[in-house]
């Protein structure tokens, strides 16, 4: 079983800036999808970016611009800096990860992050 632990959330104020940390309890960074999902209180789970076990990475539209998610294998552990947060942006931010040749999901418990003057 892996174990995926989030840190890095907290209040912001619009404009600023935050970087989530997903520390994986194993190396499967390069063997893996690995994502960032958000949800806000009353809406859907939304997917906000991936990478690749190659590295190459997607973004929804609201966020292409703003955020960047990045990876460091040796560190098991998966970033997403968020930039120019906005009043839209406020949820919780799960990270997930899946070994592409498995049927496996695995999650984090989710980070908080609030945007607010």
């Known amino acids: 079983q892996v174990h995926l632990v989030e840190s890095g959330g907290g209040l912001v104020q619009p404009g600023g800036s935050l970087r989530l940390s997903c520390a994986a309890s194993?190396?499967?960074?390069?063997?893996?999808?690995m994502g960032w999902y958000r949800q806000a209180p009353g809406k859907q789970r939304e997917l906000v970016a991936t990478?690749?076990?190659?590295?190459?990475?997607n973004y929804v539209d609201s966020v292409k611009g703003r955020f960047t998610i990045s990876k460091d294998n040796a560190k098991n552990t998966v970033y997403l800096q968020m930039n120019s947060l906005k009043p839209e942006d406020p949820a919780v931010y799960y990270c997930?990860?899946?070994?592409?040749?498995?049927?496996?999901?695995?999650w984090g418990q989710g980070t908080q992050v609030t945007v607010s003057s």
């Open positions: 990478t690749s076990p190659g590295g190459t990475t």
């Open positions: 997930y990860g899946h070994p592409v040749l498995s049927s496996r999901y695995y």
């Open positions: 194993d190396s499967i960074l390069s063997i893996s999808v």
